[in-house]
């Protein structure tokens, strides 16, 4: 079987992460790096401030995702120990 690879700049992630971000977020399923363990966001544990939003494993506590408001009203998404990020 022949794979037709095409290589491109990153605007051709535009459509894929769009379709991502714009499903139902608590809906997602995000596994841990560390432990492998699995589940909805909804079910993460997330400890929260002003500035930034802890996401950590429910099985074994390790951070998953970090998330930090700017001071400009930006938004920066850290994947500190998540494997992966699925809609399905």
Same mark, same amino acid.
């Given at each position: 079987m022949s794979r037709n690879v095409q290589h491109l700049d990153?605007?051709?992630l535009a459509g894929v992460l769009?379709? $991502?971000m714009s499903t139902d977020a608590s809906s997602l399923t995000?596994?841990?790096a560390h432990c492998g363990s699995h589940g909805e966001m909804a079910e993460v544990s997330v400890e929260r401030d002003d500035v930034a939003s802890i996401v950590r494993? $429910?099985?074994?506590d390790h951070t998953l995702l970090v998330v930090l408001r700017e001071a400009?009203?930006?938004i920066r998404l850290r994947f500190e120990g998540?494997?992966?990020i699925s809609s399905v």
């Open positions: 990153g605007n051709a769009t379709e $991502l995000i596994t841990c494993c $429910l099985s074994c400009g009203g930006g998540t494997a992966e």
